[in-house]
């Protein structure tokens, strides 16, 4: 009976025990269903934090558009960022995508047959990678796109943060109310973490697809005060040209190879180093959230102590000359023993008419050879003396002359705040070339100069003509320069004349006036609001347009030698609110628009564009870009079709913003041309917020297509 009873129990037991099994085998059996995107569908529509889409053949589509490398603006294409890293291709697929903290800038390139362009920065960033489920990571069946009107959708990037708080009246109408509640439910804006330099390393946060608002863990190791060793420079393995002209050209072009390191993202890494991609992320901050902390790894080994010399003095310097400046030092075997003293002592001759100091130029130096690295950076010296000093003592790195390569470590590494950066200050570079580059300098360069760095060449013994047949990329310093027009390219016929163009060169550098690069899309426009304050639009609505023209405001650099914001209301009369030189700080300006009051009338906006004319854009700077925002509810009763065509005589850029009741026709003959890039309808106010991002990047694609003649 006792044996019974146990050989009855142990049955039930495995009988249990392998039920257990099968149902586990069934449940890892599950298979995750995957939902299918659209190619338009950008990132900051979809409101998931982390998702796996797929992707329908055909996304490579110029009409696509791609913001970054490597990590990507919210409002690029998902399935062409995905081709753009080689993730899928144009037959489709699967993609792994991850949100991320926004960024201080955006770098383009060419991979993949895709072209992806830069931008300055944005509030929100994706990561691209294989279309493999994170282990403990479960992945929506169904995704949660922002056009829905459910409070999840609008706390999405696009939609107005409330800071210009007081703004509702108490009589506001329901809909006023409406953008009141799209206010409650904004997201907290993200904390903001320095971009790690060389050598520097930081905890990172693994993205999760959580809404959870919680503070990220980083350590930041404190830079060691041991001073640094001098630097050596050790012998070739091979016998090295000692001329000029015995310059090897046995090498082919060479392209730098970047690796970009993201924790969440490894395997996308890996293949983007196997592209070698140009993967530049300039600035001096990026913003963190419990999704994101950017590691970025420059791939370039520097022998620059970070921390700067103790001074012997400290000097105010020329303050009519308050610029950053790194000099490209060319350290290739090419340039010979000799020259290359000619070369420190030029170097020397400029840092004294200069006139270094801490209100006015700082200056640093970059050698480069086979591979770039910082001989010392801005902070280190603060006097014409130290540093003259401290170029002599610079000894030769050779071998090639790659100039591409030494622009994108510039570019990624040496201005940085931890580098003495000075914001401020306008960003120079001077190349100085033995003869012409090893390597392409063209996309490098291009980088560079959407980042806002000036680009100056100084080459020294141009190639002959039986040897042009030997230079990587003919035209290079046209190419690469800021402006084609002559001014920040010299030729030197000898190293030994080399001094003649000290006194030109520093003028060159000092007139910040025509440093045409140090202007972005962000902080180079006189921007005028032209505001509809008809008896249509109504109190609350008339808030929701103010908190659209703060938001757009907002995201440029404002001072009064930047961005400028100027305002004018109108109904069938107009009024000046406040004009380009009026306020100089972002929250006078941010103040100013929530002081506006309602006015209620009539509706006369051609009349309103003449006066913004006459009142606003007549008075505009001459390097500014004038650019007028008008928003409308209807239509008018005088025509703007004439207004509106000798505005864009004058340079205006106009963008048309419609609600409601207002006239397509009227919209497309206010806006400059192509007009579906400049002209936008909303079907309500509360959904003006839609429109933010879109406006900026029009603003900004448009700024960096300008000639360069």
Known sequence: MRATVIATFFGVFLTCTYTAKEATKKTKKAKLYVPQIDCDVKAGKIINPEFIAKCPPGCQDI??????????????SVCNAAIHSGIIDNSGGKVLVQKVAGHSGYRGSFSNGVR????PRWRESFLVSEGKPRKGVTY????????SKSTAVKSEPKKPEQDLKGMKSADTSNTSEKASDQGDTARKERQTTPVPTPGTEMATTTPTPTTTTTEPSTTVPQPTTTPAAPRTTAAPAKARPGLHRGRDMGSSSVHPAYASVVAAAARQVQAAQGRGQNTAFRGTSTSASNRN???????????????????????QGNQNCKVDLSFLMDGSWSIGKRRFQLQKRFLGNVAQALGIGSAGPL???VQYGDDPSTEFNLKTYANSKDLRNAIEKIQQKGGLSNVGKALSFVNKNFFLDANGNRGGAPNVVVVMVDG?????VEEASRLARESG???????????AQSEKQNVVEPNFVDKAVCRTSGFYSINVPSWFSLHKVVQPLVKRVCDTERLACSKTCLNAADIGFVIDGSSSVGTGNFRTVLQFVANISKEFEISDTDTRIGAVQYT????????????STKQDVLNAIKRISYWSGGTSTGAAISYASEQLFSKSKPNKRKIMILITDGRSYDDVSVPAMAAHQNGVIAYSIGVAWAAPDELEAIASDPAKEHSFFVDDFDNLYRYVNQLIQNICTEFNSQPRN
């Open 572 to 583: 069938y009369e107009q009024r000046l609110e406040f004009s380009f030189d009026k306020y």
């Open 453 to 463: 760095i000036n680009i100056f060449f100084v080459t020294v013994e141009a190639a």
């Open 116 to 119: 992806s362009l830069s931008l």
């Open 293 to 315: 902390i950017l590691l970025h790894n420059t791939g370039f080994s520097s022998k620059e102590e970070l921390n700067p010399k103790p001074l012997e003095s400290i000097s």
């Open 436 to 440: 012409w580059p090893t390597d392409r």
């Open 140 to 147: 929506p069946s169904t995704l949660e796109y922002s056009s």
């Open 363 to 365: 200056m640093g130096i």
């Open 63 to 76: 009409k696509h558009r791609v913001y970054g490398t490597d990590i990507y603006a919210s409002f690029s």
